[in-house]
């Protein structure tokens, strides 16, 4: 008997989007060869030997850059459908998104005086 009725397939979405992947790394583990010898460990970069380690630090202001980045492109990924069904939503919906907006908009200011937006 299944409690929730109307969400049978919902649970199959579910359980077929958990066996994508599942499936995709046990094909993955079973057709790769498994040889890892010679140049096959070795790291590939753009045809030239690898000269040196491979770990080096890079400034924190790349990274603090990049978050900003997504941040904002998140925003947009959120507000286009609320700018899409805007005539329909109602007031509430426009003073959600203006809560949201500001939002953003003090966290550009945090990021903006704390220096994550200079480049140099």
């Known amino acids: 008997m299944f409690v929730l009725a ?9 359980l077929i989007a958990a066996a994508v992947p599942v499936l995709a790394l046990v094909a993955n583990k079973l057709l790769s060869p498994s040889s890892r010898m010679g140049e096959r460990e070795l790291t590939y970069e753009s045809g030239m030997e690898p000269i040196g380690g491979a770990w080096i630090q890079f400034n924190i202001r790349y990274y603090m850059f990049a978050l900003v980045f997504v941040i904002f492109d998140v925003e947009t990924v959120f507000l286009y459908p609320w700018a899409v069904a805007f005539h329909r939503l109602g007031v509430l919906a426009f003073i959600e998104a203006l809560v949201f907006i500001s939002i953003l908009v003090l966290a550009l200011a945090y990021a903006w005086r704390k220096g994550a937006l200079e480049w140099s």
Do not use: E, K, S
């Open 6 to 14: 109307g969400y049978d397939a919902f649970l199959g979405f579910l």
